[in-house]
Structure formats: structure tokens, C-alpha cells
Nanobody, 126 residues
Framework: QVYVVESGGGSVQAGGSLRLSCAAS????????MGWFRQAAEKEREEVAT????????HYAGSVKGRFTISQDSAKNTLHLQMNLLKPEDSAMYFC???????????????????WGQGTQVTVSS
């Protein structure tokens, strides 16, 4: 059974930082694609950042590039998202997602990821 569980959301003022974590189990972490996605009210779910756990290749949405950093802790089967210089428009429910067996570049479309966590809320006030 594949499990993906997020933690670390919360409320912060604009310009602040938060770190999200995603604990994964039930599959080989190192052969997967994993990603962070977000969904604001009345908006579609969108990619924030994705990472190939086998190659370390990352991809960021243009809106977060230079402010957010995706990273892995393979020893703990954990994915992180460090979010700096947060803006009110970053407010959303953030989800971690996984494709257990994936090679090459990771997809940026949410529909390509079969396993999802329950989400963690990030609220940035101005």
C-alpha cells in the first residue's frame, strides 16, 4: 500500500518562510517521481515543483522559481519543499504526489500522478 503524507503547512506573513515535508512509504522511493502541487479556491490544481528521485532533476513552476526549493532525504523517504519569500498568492492547499516507478523527466501534469497525500494548508497574509 502506497502512502504519501504531508506536514508543515501553516500561516505566515508575506516575506516569511515555511517548510513542507512529505513522508512516503509502500514503494521504492529512489525510483520514483515526486512532486508538490497546489490548489487555491476555485482554481485548478497546478504544479509547484517536481523531482526525479533517481536523477535529482528538478522542475519548478515559473511563479516559484528562485523562491522555493524541492529536496529529498532518501534515508528517510521524505521529500521537502522549502518556501521562502512567500506571497499572498502562494496561499493554497499544497499536495504531495508520487509516481512509484518513473524514469526520465518527471511529468508536470497533476493527472499523471496516481498517489496523493491529503494536503496541507498554506496561508500567506499581506
Amino acid at each position: 500500500q502506497v502512502y504519501v503524507v504531508e506536514s508543515g503547512g501553516g500561516s505566515v506573513q508575506a516575506g516569511g518562510s515555511l517548510r513542507l515535508s512529505c513522508a512516503a512509504s509502500g514503494y521504492s522511493f529512489i525510483t520514483s517521481c515526486m512532486g508538490w502541487f497546489r490548489q487555491a479556491a476555485e482554481k485548478e490544481r497546478e504544479e509547484v515543483a517536481t523531482m526525479s528521485l533517481s536523477t535529482g532533476t528538478t522542475h519548478y513552476a515559473g511563479s516559484v522559481k528562485g523562491r522555493f526549493t524541492i529536496s529529498q532525504d532518501s534515508a528517510k523517504n521524505t521529500l521537502h519543499l522549502q518556501m521562502n519569500l512567500l506571497k499572498p498568492e502562494d496561499s493554497a492547499m499544497y499536495f504531495c504526489a508520487a509516481i512509484p516507478l518513473a524514469w526520465g523527466d518527471c511529468p508536470v501534469s497533476a493527472g499523471a500522478y496516481p498517489y496523493w497525500g491529503q494536503g496541507t494548508q498554506v496561508t500567506v497574509s499581506s
